[in-house]
């Protein structure tokens, strides 16, 4: 990808899963790249596959001190941020009636205000610098109804208009888009689906099946690259064409 090669990118939830992927992809496409996770056992088998990392940060990214914190040290240890990839992001499977307060303020907690808490200490850094992008990972659950998810729906409804808000205020010195992926077969995925499930959701994909964190990943390599350079704004779909239709097409 153009303008990748020597740019510095932070990717938060990025030991595992779309996270993983795509501090592997920007790696191979020449940038320096840190990763924030909160899961220790995580970290530590992403620090020995990608060697190459510039750092693997124990971070949560709903405490806002942790954030400011290792954003300070990303940033005194590659020079500069000039790509954020903010991916973190939780889900607990639950019917609405029964989610606890405290599910809920978890859910929230990481998948939205952490989200919050990161891209606005990056763009303050962003734009001192004079450029930058910010990607963030919502959902195809942030545009359609899917049950069980009514939380999770919600947090990522929430990071799409949060993108398209920093777009405009950020513009023109920082880009941002958001990527809305469909079902993408991730540990998170695994954990919450039987292989039962699993195949019955990939009845009703177009393309017969989840989507691989590396297909992701490659969508994030081309945002964060030249090649995008007058698009912010968006939320981009990849989904297999699930939610090219309306239930009658499935």
């Not at 978890?106 to 303050?124: E, S």
């Not at 001192?128 to 899917?146: C, D, F, H, K, W």
């Not at 947090?155 to 023109?172: D, Y």
Request: hydrophobic share 45%.
């Amino acid at each position: 990808m153009k303008g990748l090669k020597g740019k510095r990118a932070l990717v938060t939830g990025g030991a595992s899963g779309i996270g993983a992927a795509t501090a592997s992809r920007l790696l191979e496409e020449g940038c320096q790249v840190a990763v924030l996770d909160r899961d220790p056992d995580a970290k530590q088998r992403l620090a020995s596959e990608l060697p190459d990392l510039a750092g693997v940060y124990e971070v949560d990214v709903s405490d806002c001190d942790q954030v400011q914190t290792a954003l300070g040290t990303a940033i005194r240890e590659m020079g500069g941020v000039d790509i954020l990839i903010n991916n973190a992001g939780i889900s607990i499977r639950h019917p609405f009636t029964e989610i606890t307060p405290e599910d809920w303020q978890r859910v929230l907690a990481v998948n939205l205000t952490g989200v919050f808490y990161v891209a606005q200490a990056a763009a303050r850094h962003m734009l001192e610098r004079g450029a930058g992008v910010i990607l963030n990972t919502a959902s195809t659950n942030g545009v359609m109804g899917y049950p069980f998810y009514a939380d999770y729906n919600a947090s990522k409804a929430g990071v799409i208009e949060l993108t398209r808000s920093m777009a405009l205020e950020l513009a023109p010195t920082v880009r941002v888009n958001a990527i809305a992926p469909g079902y993408v077969l991730t540990p998170m995925q695994r954990a919450e689906y039987t292989d039962e499930m699993l195949a019955e959701v990939n009845r009703k994909i177009p393309m017969g099946r989840h989507a691989r964190p590396e297909e992701i990943a490659g969508l994030f390599a081309y945002l964060a690259s030249e090649e995008a350079a007058f698009v912010s704004g968006q939320v981009f779909t990849i989904d297999g064409a699930e939610t090219a239709g309306s239930l009658a097409s499935r």
